[in-house]
T-cell receptor, first 113, second 114 residues
Framework: DQQVKQNSPSLSVQEGRISILNCDYT??????FLWYKKYPAEGPTFLIS?????DKNEDGRFTVFLNKSAKHLSLHIVPSQPGDSAVYFC????????????FGSGTQLTVLP | DTEVTQTPKHLVMGMTNKKSLKCEQH?????MYWYKQKAKKPPELMFV???????INESVPSRFSPECPNSSLLNLHLHALQPEDSALYLC?????????????FGSGTRLTVV
């Protein structure tokens, strides 16, 4: 049973426009949600996170929104740039002592010049 | 130093071989993790070490044997693997309790079992 789901395997966006990546989760015990970006043959790179007690966190071009009642979060990238093309993973952190992350299946974002 | 270093980057091994994957970080992180990632799939947690003690083993077969010799090093010993164990093996580290800043991942070891 997937506790973190990314239902869109791919997304294409024109350069300069907004990219919106979505993620749904089922476990109410997650205390932090994170987004990672991954290029081929590299490890995931941390992008931005949000606490479960917040509904928005912004860092430059990246904003994450959390809707706890819907168990849904989204990553907005604006404006999108060709260098943003990568696989984006949503991850949720367990609130137990080990703090392990559970990842979604990823969304391949392609930003077209 | 803000990196997690994994060696080797690529490894090809036979099903009867014994090999080890190594992971090193010098950020003072006291939690270290092994993840396995198959193509077009998310990373899957294998093991968690917290303060050099194994705290989570996600029902990983015994042909994978983790070891944390000190707070900077994490090894994964491999023995009698199967071809389906071929994958990207990722090491990560974090401060226990501060994982909301995100793990730091290494670039991974691409393992092929023949």
């Amino acid at each position: 049973d997937q506790q973190v789901k990314q239902n869109s395997p791919s997304l294409s966006v024109q350069e300069g426009r907004i990219s919106i990546l979505n993620c749904d989760y089922t476990n109410s015990m997650f205390d932090y949600f994170l987004w990672y970006k991954k290029y081929p043959a590299e490890g995931p790179t941390f992008l931005i996170s949000i606490s479960s007690i917040k509904d928005k966190n912004e860092d430059g071009r990246f904003t994450v929104f959390l809707n706890k009642s819907a168990k849904h979060l989204s990553l907005h990238i604006v404006p999108s740039q060709p260098g943003d093309s990568a696989v984006y993973f949503c991850a949720a952190r367990s609130s137990g002592s080990a703090r392990q992350l559970t990842f979604g299946s990823g969304t391949q974002l392609t930003v077209l010049p | 130093d803000t990196e997690v270093t994994q060696t080797p980057k690529h490894l090809v091994m036979g099903m009867t071989n014994k090999k080890s994957l190594k992971c090193e970080q010098h950020m003072g992180h006291r939690a270290m993790y092994w993840y396995k990632q198959k193509a077009k799939k998310p990373p899957e947690l294998m093991f968690v070490y917290s303060y050099e003690k194994l705290s989570i083993n996600e029902s990983v077969p015994s042909r994978f044997s983790p070891e944390c010799p000190n707070s900077s090093l994490l090894n994964l010993h491999l023995h009698a693997l199967q071809p389906e164990d071929s994958a990207l093996y990722l090491c990560a580290s974090s401060h226990p309790g501060q994982g909301h800043y995100g793990y730091t991942f290494g670039s991974g070891t691409r393992l092929t079992v023949v």
